[in-house]
């Protein structure tokens, strides 16, 4: 059966998110942000959400909408990064921040997506984060347990989707997004390209569509760009055309 629909994404997702649930959003920077899904959960009103992300992007785009919106209740991430809203509403008290080192982070919404509940990991073992939670000792090394995240609802961006769920990412969006997609009781998929039954090589699959139970098409927005680094441009017409390039954006 296609799990594709009629809804937009932001329809979709609009009539699926309610107070109090727990989201795990894919993306890394700006890379992979599943941005037409994160403004239904805007247009949705939910409140007191918790959001499962790496990051939360930059303010007024992606998850920074969300914060902008006093939508969410507490962050796990690994990083406040670029947004200051997020570190205002954080250094003043407003959202709980529960920081999570990035491999143990991945591993959580792994493990969750696997049907396992802990595991145990040196990182952290000393530190702050592992404050309160059980630890163990094996062969002689300390090691603190951390939990599985399983989410309520898991949103994603791939590359390419088929209508039966599975999902090819692209580069940097494969870092948090297969993981974020396994660990959802629901998962939506928004797709740059979505295909049909049997158009993408089982070989190349990266998600299987068993994760999925919505996938929609993208809106074909213009990709985002956290930070951009250039050199000047050489106006010296004496220098070759080897040197002229190198004043091209990188």
């Known amino acids: 059966m296609s799990k594709t629909t009629d809804q937009t994404g ?27 899904l994160i403004e239904g959960v805007r247009d949705s009103g939910a409140k007191d959400l918790t959001i499962v992300s790496n990051n939360m992007g930059i ?91 399983v989410a309520d609802i898991g949103l994603v961006h791939a590359y390419h989707g088929d209508i039966d769920g599975n999902l090819v990412y692209r580069r940097t969006a494969q870092n948090f997004n297969p993981l974020c997609a396994a660990s959802g009781k629901v998962t939506v998929a928004e797709v740059e390209y979505l295909l049909g039954r049997g158009e993408i090589d089982p070989d190349l699959v990266m998600t299987p569509g068993v994760y999925i139970q919505h996938i929609v098409r993208g809106d074909g927005r213009e990709k985002l760009i956290e930070k951009r680094t250039t050199r000047p441009r050489n106006t010296d017409s004496s220098h070759d055309a080897g040197d002229a390039a190198a004043g091209e954006e990188i």
């Open 10 to 36: 932001r329809e979709l997702v609009a009539g699926l998110v309610t107070d109090g649930m727990t989201l795990a959003v894919g993306g890394f920077g700006l890379c992979g942000v599943p941005y037409t």
């Open 59 to 149: 303010d007024g785009t992606g998850l920074g909408i969300l914060l902008e919106n006093k939508q969410v209740a507490k962050v796990v991430a690994s990083y406040v990064g670029e947004n200051k809203e997020f570190a205002r509403q954080y250094l003043e008290g407003e959202i709980e921040v529960e920081f999570t080192p990035q491999g143990t982070l991945a591993e959580r919404l792994r493990a969750g997506g696997a049907g396992i509940p802990a595991f145990y990991t040196a990182t952290g073992v000393g530190t702050l984060v592992a404050e309160g939670k059980p630890h163990a000792d094996f062969d002689g090394q300390t090691y603190v347990q951390e939990r599985g995240i």
